[in-house]
T-cell receptor, first 113, second 115 residues
């Protein structure tokens, strides 16, 4: 089975600072990787996805992620944090058969004014 | 616009009662999923379906059941609610047959409290 590890359950950054949320995966096959964002009392919304077309993936709201096979990582970054980025972020990997997702435990991002 | 809805949004029930959470999607997606979200565990898969009359167990299926009689709906039933099933439940859907890279579309969630 595949799995995802998100390092850091809580991350705090100052407004305007770099956002870096870490995600490492384990997979015996080429993975498909996703980042979702969850705002308070809402469902999950797709930020971006990696499907092997390009290793640097750009998503919504200025976020991007880079797939590094040698490091089995798919870290999420944003150059300049905004107050509206405060939310829970989930990394997920899709299994080779069907469309089952395996989610990390999430990282709560706090943006300090 | 196509969407995925869940009802009720909040539910309080007592231990031992049967509870059904509804999930309805108008995307015409064949794949549907139920997750529970708990602090420290992220989202864990309960049950999933790849089409009408198809259901499969996920990672944490004990105490839950689903049935799929049409494309649009996948109700989740807790046969005899337990306090350990207090959680936030999310339904999701994705298109059929396009490989493993399709995103899943999530509903707004149902917060269930079992007293």
């Amino acid at each position: 089975a595949q799995s995802v590890t998100q390092l850091g359950s809580h991350v705090s950054v100052s407004e305007g600072a770099l956002v870096l949320l870490r995600c490492n995966y384990s997979s015996s096959v080429p993975p498909y990787l996703f980042w979702y964002v969850q705002y308070p009392n809402q469902g999950l919304q797709l930020l971006l996805k990696y499907t092997s077309a390009a290793t640097l993936v750009k998503g919504i709201n200025g976020f991007e992620a880079e797939f590094k096979k040698s490091e089995t990582s798919f870290h999420l970054t944003k150059p300049s944090a905004h107050m509206s980025d405060a939310a829970e972020y989930f990394c997920a990997v899709s299994e080779g058969t069907g469309n089952q997702f395996y989610f990390g435990t999430g990282t709560s991002l706090t943006v300090i004014p | 616009d196509a969407e995925i809805t869940q009802s009720p949004r909040h539910k309080i029930t007592e231990t031992g009662r049967q509870v059904t959470l509804a999930c309805h999607q108008t995307w015409n997606h064949n794949n549907m999923f139920w997750y529970r979200q708990d602090l420290g565990h992220g989202l864990r898969l309960i049950h999933y379906s790849y089409g009408v009359q198809d259901t499969n167990k996920g990672e944490v299926s004990d105490g839950y059941s689903v049935s799929r009689s049409n494309t649009e709906d996948l109700p989740l039933t807790l046969e005899s609610a337990a306090s350990s099933q207090t959680s936030v439940y999310f339904c999701a859907s994705s298109p059929l047959g396009s490989g493993t890279y399709n995103e899943q579309f999530f509903g707004p969630g149902t917060r269930l409290t079992v007293l």
